[in-house]
């Protein structure tokens, strides 16, 4: 089945068609490492994980490339402002690179409880400052950027596609413009692409003089490195789109004088009970916040993937309770199924079949419908349903079920354990079951689950609270 996706550039839903049969080059942008992330932030990465998830599922090899901003991230205005990073390590009386190392390791620590896959690179701008000059200079030549007392601008006027995502025009731009001229820029517009600044902590040298680049500049650089000029997916958060994607699409086309990206793929803004996010109203959570509130990783991933990526998402403590309870049926299913594993072997029914086939099928479908999550997941639902009604089931069938229940799970990703592997769907049914027995204090069954588990290849440690940890013991 082929897979459709709304394309924030043509405002269309369009036909997924690679640029090399088979694979697929993905870019997203990443973390600006000034503070801790938030529940909003992991809303806008988790849309390239399910993406990414669903393309491996359809036969993809995906090469996923996420930029870490460690400078030139402004607070205002892409060329006013102060730097964020510079403003937290002024705060904090450190080195702009320490703190950017401090909040890399949260990124990095959440992302792990969020089971998100890894990206195949994660540049940093700070080490790709070489790249950035040498991109600035080919704009230079080709007439699309200016040079004015040590800063380079670009000439937004000498792209003709400038304000095609965005769907801007210089003219409204123009007409609306919140910030004071530049006197130095030709067009209100046009944006740096090199900062000089004696003031800023971080400095390069340049054809231009000491400075640092500017925002845009960055992601065009990184991108075009790893991926080529030319590539599938570049994804976002809503927010990204003007100026920071805009002015990434000028960049590029302008250096290399062809399309840069066939599909823009951003995520709405995330809410917190109905409200917009904010410092000031204190639901900037963390995702260690929310599991010290008591919250399960995987029902905060749940949470954070179950509405389509399109809308914006309300969330709120009683969304999160669902999401631990939607898992609680898969898990309940698989309990089920793992016992029956245990059965006698034999064929596979042509009902069991037809409930597995409509349950992947019916899954792949809505996420082949611009992910399609709300629909996908009633898929699942109703293919656990059918499974639950299930009489007599044999070893193999089980077996079968339960390995349809893994694949769906190899996109939503909300079955594995916290030691961050991925732990088989068997192995988590019959942790789930020893937790059962405990809470009902039947010691011998527990013992005997824990044996089972351990015969398998796999040790179990538990935690306060009735929780676990599953470790798959070294081969």
């Not at 919140?178 to 004696?198: G, T």
């Not at 109203?281 to 916040?289: D, R, S, V, W």
């Not at 709300?374 to 089931?393: G, T, Y």
Request: with cysteine.
């Amino acid at each position: 089945m082929g897979f459709r996706l709304y394309n924030t550039f043509s405002k269309q839903v369009e036909d997924f068609v690679p640029i090399e049969e088979g694979k697929v080059a993905l870019y997203s942008c990443g973390p600006t490492v000034y503070s801790h992330p938030h529940i909003g932030n992991f809303r806008s990465f988790l849309m390239p994980d399910l993406l990414k998830r669903f393309l491996e599922f359809k036969g993809y090899d995906v090469t996923h490339v996420m930029n870490i901003t460690d400078v030139g991230h402004l607070l205002e205005d892409a060329d006013e402002g102060a730097d964020k990073l510079e403003e937290a390590a002024r705060k904090a009386k450190k080195e702009p690179l320490e703190i950017a190392e401090i909040y890399i390791d949260s990124f990095n620590a959440a992302s792990e409880m969020l089971n998100m896959k890894p990206a195949d690179e994660y540049p940093r701008a700070t080490g790709h400052i070489d790249d950035m000059i040498a991109m600035i200079e080919t704009l230079i030549e080709k007439g699309h950027a200016y040079v004015v007392a040590h800063n380079v601008y670009y000439d937004v006027t000498t792209f003709k596609n400038y304000g095609k995502l965005s769907g801007n025009t210089l003219d409204e731009l123009n007409s609306g413009a919140r910030v004071e001229v530049n006197a130095e820029k030709r067009n209100p517009q046009d944006f740096a692409l090199w900062k000089h600044d004696p003031k800023h902590i971080q400095q390069w040298e340049s054809p231009w003089g000491m400075g640092f680049p500017g925002w845009h500049i960055e992601c065009s650089a990184m991108s075009t490195k790893y991926l080529g000029e030319h590539f599938d997916f570049h994804t976002g958060g809503e927010d990204n789109i003007f100026p920071h994607h805009e002015c990434e699409i000028a960049q590029s086309e302008g250096v290399s004088g062809k399309k840069w990206v066939n599909y823009w793929m951003h995520a709405r803004f995330l809410l917190f009970d109905g409200e917009k996010m904010s410092k000031s109203k204190g639901n900037l959570y963390t995702i260690q916040e929310l599991i010290e509130k008591g919250f399960k990783k995987n029902a905060i991933r749940y949470a954070l993937i179950s509405s389509h990526y399109r809308q914006n998402y309300n969330f709120t403590f009683d969304g999160l309770k669902a999401a631990e309870q939607a898992i609680e049926k898969i898990n309940r299913c698989l309990f089920t199924l793992a016992e029956a594993t245990k059965g006698d072997e034999g064929s596979i029914r042509d009902e069991v079949k037809e409930i597995i086939e409509k349950g992947i099928g019916g899954f792949d479908e809505a996420l082949c419908d611009d992910l399609n999550i709300s629909k996908s997941l009633a898929a699942v639902f109703d293919f656990i349903k059918e499974a639950n009604k299930l009489s007599d089931v044999s070893g193999t069938e089980a077996k079968a079920m339960i390995g349809a229940i893994e694949k769906i799970d190899s996109v939503l990703g909300v079955l594995e354990s916290d030691s961050g592997e991925e732990i088989p769907a068997e192995i988590m049914a019959l942790a789930e079951q020893r937790k059962e027995a405990k809470l009902a204090k039947d010691w011998a069954k527990a013992d005997t689950l824990r044996d089972e588990i351990t015969a398998k290849g796999f040790a179990i440690e538990d935690k306060p609270g009735h929780e676990y940890r599953i470790i798959q013991k070294d081969a």
